[in-house]
């Protein structure tokens, strides 16, 4: 009682500390970004970001709105919101400097971009993802941002009804014919309920110089691949392709079985047999009613007051279910039907193993005119030189937050610790449902000295309890023994003692006090005698004779 006792006092003064705001503070940028923006002000639409002047491919606008609203985990943490639904939106900015890849590799660096996405109502159709834009002949300008914009990488989450993914695509330029095809990494896991739960979270991805890469929600990783193995269709083409002008012979049989062309349809065999009969043996049953109709007027039903037949017509009573009915034992009875045991279908040959199969035909093949082998695909990535958000939605309020584009996972998550681990803290613990208890964990996860604190504050009581009351213990037994007569240790000592003494002491001899009385005693032995006396005395009050142990006379 005591344990739980202080452990609520711990829990209360935490969160009464944790649920006072502290101040907001923007992440600090520790390492090298390519881009960084954490939406320091309202301001960010104009001066960073873009909105795109530009058409959709059918000429549709981007006529949805953008702006820059505080986070409800704490109204000063801004970020970029999408705010309507049911349109198409584009806004883009550009990079404080240009993601190349091939300089990547050389240094052995990694490729991460990271940010936020909030869905503060609980998402329907449309995607979050970003695009980061393939470098171009031209310089980039945010009004000319649209959907047929090249991209280098598109990641992010995207949903549809019951269909979700984060996609990972990168633009690949065949180094041949210079063509780019789109390849998409397998399927991720484990992140629906990033959708539904009006939480803010972390999504990110890392690419690794050796063409490795990690996808992450919340910094838990939910899917990994090689770009060499795990894209389709492969970055890598096939060394040999289908020769395109093989076509299959004439005679060719792929047919592996044929109908047996010696069998013969078996002289009993009835084709026109019916699959069902009549059963014969079915009697009608006793309570079955051929003149009762399925359905029958109401018989409860009452003509309203205000009905007039002249204005309303003719009132009649709404049609019910027959209640004699029930069992569906009402109408014209007819006899159940049962499978025909005569009835064998139409007759077909069996099939036998066809003589003349040549096998499964396949064009022959032919060495690819445009294989290549690219061992090091991060490094052939293309350049990017602006990040962009182009969606299309049915939900609004969207929100994105502490973007981030680097070569380093620790500056990704230096970044995120002074960001989104503090906002994803305050919103669990603002979560509706969870215990006190459930809270404390959540709290002590993130700030292990919390248990530090817990184990003073528990552990001080009770060692100060047992060391005091464990000092009082003597004095308490000493007390306790003399109000019951309660045998100690040092009575048995006492005992012990006076053992020793005795087997010390020459041999006594029991005698009657009476005798002893009128037998003389020698002079040394008079005061021995003299106090036997007395203590007799003292003793006359009962009536048992009382024996006592005196010395022998030498």
Known sequence: MLGKLIVALVVATVFTQETEEEPFKLPTLKGNAFFADPFANTESIGSIWGLSSSAKGDGSRFDGRWAIEGNSANTADLGLVVKDKAKHHAISAKMNKNVDFTDLHDSQKQFVVQYEVKYQDSMECGGSYLKLVAEGDEEFSSDNFNDKTL???????????LESRIHFIVNYKNPITGAVEEKHAKASSDFKEIFTDAKSHLITLVVDYDSSFEILVDQVSVNKGSLLTDMTPSINPPAEIDDPTDSKPSDWDDKEKIPDPMATKPEDWDEDAPKLIDDEDAVKPDDWLDDEPDQVPDPDAVKPEDWDDEEDGEWEAPIVENPKCETGN???????????????GKWAPPLIDNPNYSGVWAPRKIPNPGFFEDKTPFASLLPISAVGIEMWTMTKDIMFDNVILTDSRATADDWAAESWNKKALIEKLASP??????????????????????????LVPVFLYFYCSGSSAPADEAAEAKKTDKVTADDDEEKEEEKEEDEDMPELEEVDEDAAEEEPAPAEA????EEAKEEEEEKKETATPVKRRTRKAD
């Open 151 to 161: 991209y280098s990488i598109m990641f992010g989450p995207d949903k549809c009804g």
């Open 330 to 344: 009402c109408g014209e009875w007819v006899r159940p039907q049962i499978p025909n045991p005569e009835y064998k």
């Open 433 to 458: 449902g969870e215990s006190m208890i459930e809270q404390f964990l959540t709290y002590a996860g993130e700030n292990p000295w919390i248990w530090v604190l817990l184990a003073g504050v528990v």
């Open 526 to 529: 008079e005061e021995p005698a």
